[in-house]
């Protein structure tokens, strides 16, 4: 029988802004290293030094369980954040966002699309014909949360992306959350650039097509990023998406393929 599981969350903030967040699912003898290795990650930030660590430990019955499969990963060759983002607009196309869908959805994310005009929490979720934007808090948005890689996963993962210079946090966790959300009802596309200012690399997500990364996705030096979940609204109950996002418990345990570098021009 596999062992019980927990599911483990850091959240790091820092007067009183978000600064910090991480997550992993992992059984109970594993916990306290997991524990101690979070907060080192919370106190030795980038952007400063948390002066709030929350620490959440939850036990996840073994029937609630779900395992899946992450999206193949490729790289898209980009000159600069200007060339990045009309070609993630092509692509959020081509996997079936409306033009004006992707246009909007990229507009917000420039800037900033909490109503303070800084990074949201979470993700915003787009009708992907119209453009508008369905999470009920602005602010906060949808936080996908309790995925994790099962171990094998994290070890075969972490030598492919090793092959192609790949292997960090930032790919690795967005690999893994970008897995949830085209598991989700509903879900079309996910589009992605972080709100680290060193890291101008963000991504789109398409079922069909994989995990498209871009090196460049927004000027270095820009603190705001986001994410946009672009989802088909006919028959879509928007409650249970933001429901399965946030609490259903996914265990990654099949990994896909890391690509080279294409050049989506040629
Ligand atoms: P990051 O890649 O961690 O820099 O996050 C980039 C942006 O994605 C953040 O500014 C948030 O808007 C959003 N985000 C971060 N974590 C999550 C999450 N767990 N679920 C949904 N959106 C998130």
Redesign the pocket.
């Known amino acids: 029988m596999e062992k019980p599981l927990y599911s483990i969350r850091m959240h790091g903030s820092l007067v009183g802004g978000h600064l910090s ?1 991480a997550e992993r699912l992992a059984p109970a003898e594993d916990l306290e290293a997991l524990a101690a290795s979070l907060v080192r990650r919370a106190l030795g930030h980038q952007r400063g030094r948390a002066d709030r660590i929350r620490l959440t430990l939850e036990a996840v019955p073994a029937a609630a369980v779900r395992t899946g499969c992450l999206p193949e990963l490729t790289t898209v060759r980009v000159a600069d954040y200007r060339q990045g983002r009309d070609l993630a607009r092509r692509l959020l196309i081509q996997g079936g966002v409306s033009a004006v869908a992707a246009e909007t959805a990229m507009a917000w994310i420039v800037r900033g699309a909490a109503p303070d005009g800084r ?5 915003m979720l787009v009708d992907a014909v119209s453009g508008e934007r369905l999470e009920p808090d602005q602010a906060r ?5 309790r995925m994790d890689l099962a171990p094998a996963a994290e070890k075969v993962l972490r030598q492919r992306l090793a092959e192609r210079g790949l292997d960090n946090d930032h790919v690795r966790e ?1 690999l893994v ?1 970008a897995a949830k959300v085209l598991s989700g009802p509903g879900v079309l596309a996910e589009l ?1 650039w ?3 200012p060193r890291y101008t690399a963000g991504y789109v997500a398409l079922p069909e097509l994989g995990y498209r990364r871009f090196a460049h996705l927004k000027p270095a030096g820009d603190e705001r ?3 946009a979940f672009f989802v088909r609204r006919d028959g879509l109950d928007v409650n249970d998406l933001i429901q399965y996002l946030e609490t259903a418990v996914l265990l990654i345990t099949e990994v896909g393929r890391v690509n080279g570098e294409i050049d989506m021009e040629a």
């Open positions: 967040g990074s949201m929490r979470g993700a948005g949808v936080r996908v949360s967005a959350l992605c972080s709100d680290d990023g986001g994410r």
